[in-house]
């Protein structure tokens, strides 16, 4: 029996991901953030992340993924996620209410031209969403990771990625993945543009 529970849960999660993989506005959505990510890299600015619960687990990884690196060895990239700093998060959170961590955060520390990639499985996260808009009110491009549905993160970004499904490990599980096709992507593209810059 517990094997059998085992199975459907894997089945669950491929069959979400071959979903992901008939859907051509998913496929498209990832590319045009990709090629987002990549510009704006290449132009010395800045990717953000952010996220609540498992979503922050998700934005510390893939920004680590950036700034560290993925496959190659190669210069670090400017990336990071929005709540590393814990006596910010919690002053903030304190003073202002947790609504506005993220808020504060971005008019903090983005710049326009920079790129806020903003994970919520519900799309409805106040504090996502205030930090959306403190975004774009600076001309901070944001693209959005949600599910199915996508909530009100999906009227505010710039691109969204939609998970087809409401079962909030099986999105994030999709995140983590698209994260890592998205890092990979720039990673590969950014190595090869600074070969030819170098050479040029």
């Given at each position: 029996?517990?094997?059998?529970w ?8 491929i ?10 506005t ?13 510009s704006?890299?290449?132009?010395g ?11 922050a ?10 700034s ?21 998060v919690?002053a ?19 710049k ?26 600076m ?8 599910g ?36 990979q ?10 070969e030819?810059s170098a050479?040029?």
């Open positions: 029996m517990e094997n059998e085992i199975s459907g849960i894997l089945t669950e999660s069959e979400v991901k071959r979903l992901c993989l008939a859907d051509a998913f496929i498209k959505s990832l590319s045009e953030q990709a090629e987002g990510v990549l704006c890299l290449r132009s600015g800045t990717i953000w992340f952010c996220g609540n619960g498992g979503s687990a998700d934005a510390q990884h893939l920004a680590a993924e950036l560290g690196r993925f496959y190659l060895n190669r210069r670090a990239y400017a990336a990071e996620a929005l709540h590393v700093n814990s006596s910010f919690t903030v959170a304190n003073d202002f209410g947790y609504d506005h961590i993220y808020e504060r955060a971005v008019e903090a520390l983005a326009k031209g920079d790129v806020l990639i903003a994970i919520s499985t519900s799309g409805n996260s106040p504090n996502i969403l205030k930090a959306c808009h403190k975004a774009k009110e001309g901070v491009t944001v693209y959005g990771w949600s199915q549905k996508g909530g009100q993160l999906a009227e505010v970004a710039d691109v969204v990625l939609l998970v087809p499904s409401t079962v909030t490990p099986r999105i994030q599980e999709v995140h983590i993945t698209a994260g890592h096709i998205l890092c992507w720039v990673e590969a593209k950014m190595v090869s543009l600074d030819v050479h040029g």
